[in-house]
């Protein structure tokens, strides 16, 4: 798959991850089968949260990684990658990562905000690592950007 056309991919894959998973309340989205088990935490705008259910997929070479918290926050991202390393989330970048909350979502990919992903375990059942990213309103929410930071996550698939 080219870049030009895996951005939109990626960017898509990290919104349907997030949505999905708020959305079924932690049951498995979609049924595809793929409702971790591990630990997914961050700071959002330096305030702490933590997913009670993550999940991670791993398809074509496509990572997507994804939590919800008790109170209806998601976090999520995709890396086009197969080996643990830096993953680089904006311009120029096909990785993308995204936080939404109620009906609001803030997202940082190809062309808007910031970030990256480490990853430091990648393997044919767990994914784990570290994130960090600027995001950047999509749905015209407030505040205008959401920094997260501090994130760390540790989930099979």
Do not use: K
Request: hydrophobic content about 40%; charged content about 5%.
């Amino acid at each position: 798959m080219s870049q030009s056309r895996t951005r939109p991919f990626l960017s898509a894959v990290t919104m349907v991850v997030v949505s999905t998973l708020v959305a079924c309340g932690g049951d498995d989205p979609a049924g595809l089968g793929v409702v971790g088990t591990g630990p997914m935490s961050a700071m959002v705008d330096g305030v702490q949260w933590t997913a009670t259910v993550a999940f991670a997929t791993n398809t074509g070479g496509i990572v997507g990684v994804g939590g919800s918290g008790a109170t209806g926050e998601g976090i999520g991202f995709a890396f086009q990658g197969s080996t643990t390393g830096t993953y680089s989330i904006g311009t120029g970048n096909v990785h993308s990562a995204n936080y939404t909350f109620g009906s609001n979502s803030w997202v940082a990919g190809n062309t808007v905000g910031s970030g990256s992903i480490v990853v430091t375990t990648l393997d044919a059942t767990r994914v784990a690592g570290t994130f960090s990213f600027e995001a950047v309103s999509a749905t015209g929410g407030t505040p205008a950007t959401r920094s997260i930071t501090q994130g760390a996550f540790d989930v099979t698939f």
